[in-house]
């Protein structure tokens, strides 16, 4: 999830009008877009493998590229890029998602395939890290806080949704049909807010090296550190979660897809509870989250054999995982003494690197230890992180 600090570059942005909010509403849209261009690879994982002659493990690593780039690229391009005005910076970002997603519908086998995915994930940290903060200024003081909520909800919506639909998308007009409607989707949000969005004025430079200062903060790493554990956690198992139900499961690929759509709206109610408890104790709160993502994770694999236990297995897990998103988000932020919005972009990148990690240690166990092992070597991660939070604790000063 990107930074919620607000910037006072754009003080000079134009009131509040109906033309402002919905520009709002299509930079909530091209949220959802773009971050689903990131996770549906997953719920296309055996498809495009099949299609493409290589292996569900191979293919997986699709999503380590992704992830590994915008870990590697998000803090610097955003940084390069944040004082672009905004308009011109998100039109073209939504160009790029088109034109990728196109490359990635017409791929004739991985390697063009891993390039195409290569592109948007350079684009995406700096939607991320500058999405929010520009539709507080295209509300206004007063409606800022429920510009931002819009466009978090986007987001979250996309990161707890995009798999799930992706997997019902394939099954409907197969993987290349799917990026096909992403890249019109992109090149329409692209289009209209071309149109809609005004025109705001450009922000200031910061320099990058003041607000560096917080890596020298012990504590701030630590939690840095631990958002790379939950990560892990949390896409070792994920990555390959259709192939665990497809596979262990049994269940027939064309309902694969609703399964994980009730795994992503359970997770909506996690994502109000990480949110709603990370008040009483960020770190505590992550212990807690993350032994219920290893007991869920444990448990699915565990009652593969049983549709009502999976389903409640799937639940619990479901809400862990989509609850972890805000509660690393704001304990990241938190620990920084400064630089809120570095502190949430670094985060951002952090958790990617979680997700590569993941989706490579996923399809490590796959490859010498069988699909069935993936699931109890992601719940030993994720008590990794439970383990980790008191040592956090007590780096701070």
């Not at 399964?259 to 909506?268: E, H, K, N, P, T």
């Amino acid at each position: 999830m990107p930074p919620t600090t607000l910037s006072t570059a754009h003080a000079g942005a134009p009131p509040q009008t109906s033309g402002n909010s919905l520009a709002v509403l299509l930079l909530a849209i091209s949220a959802f877009v773009i971050v689903t261009t990131e996770f549906i690879i997953v719920g296309l994982l055996p498809s495009l493998a099949r299609d493409l002659g290589v292996s569900v493990a191979v293919a997986g690593q699709l999503v380590t590229l992704f992830a590994f780039t915008v870990m590697l690229a998000g803090p610097f391009l955003t940084a390069m890029l944040s004082h672009f005005e905004r308009k011109r910076l998100f039109v073209v970002i939504l160009l790029l998602f088109a034109g990728a997603n196109a490359l990635a519908a017409a791929a004739p086998n991985i390697w063009i395939l891993g390039f195409a995915r290569f592109l948007p994930a350079l684009a995406l940290p700096v939607f991320w890290g500058t999405a929010s903060e520009t539709a507080g200024a295209l509300a206004g003081p007063k409606r800022s806080g429920k510009a931002v909520a819009n466009v978090y909800l986007g987001i979250s919506g996309a990161m707890v949704l995009g798999i799930p639909l992706g997997t019902l998308a394939s099954d409907a007009f197969g993987w290349r049909g799917t990026f096909w409607g992403l890249s019109a989707l992109s090149l329409l949000m692209g289009v209209l807010l071309f149109f809609v969005m005004p025109t705001l004025a450009r922000p200031a430079r910061v320099r990058l090296a003041e607000q560096a200062q917080i890596l020298k903060d012990p504590y701030f790493l630590g939690n840095v550190v631990l958002s790379v554990v939950v990560f892990t956690a949390m896409f070792t198992a994920y990555t390959y979660l259709a192939d665990t139900l497809q596979q262990l499961a049994g269940i027939p690929a064309g309902q694969v897809g609703w399964w994980l759509m009730g795994f992503g709206i359970v997770g909506l109610a996690g994502n109000w509870l990480g949110g709603h408890f990370v008040g009483k104790g960020p770190l505590q709160v992550t212990a807690v989250a993350a032994l219920v993502l290893a007991v869920g994770i444990a448990a699915t694999t565990a009652f593969v054999g049983s549709p009502v236990w999976l389903g409640v297995a799937l639940a619990v897990w479901g809400v862990a995982n989509t609850a972890l998103y805000p509660i690393c988000q704001v304990r990241v932020m938190q620990s920084a003494s400064h630089a809120q919005a570095l502190a949430g972009t670094l985060n951002v990148s952090m958790a990617n690197a979680g997700i590569g990690l993941g989706a490579i240690i996923g399809g490590t166990i796959i490859v010498h230890s069988g699909l069935p092992s993936v699931g109890y070597v992601a719940a030993a991660v994720a008590l990794l992180a439970v383990v980790l939070t008191p040592l956090v604790a007590r780096l701070k000063r």
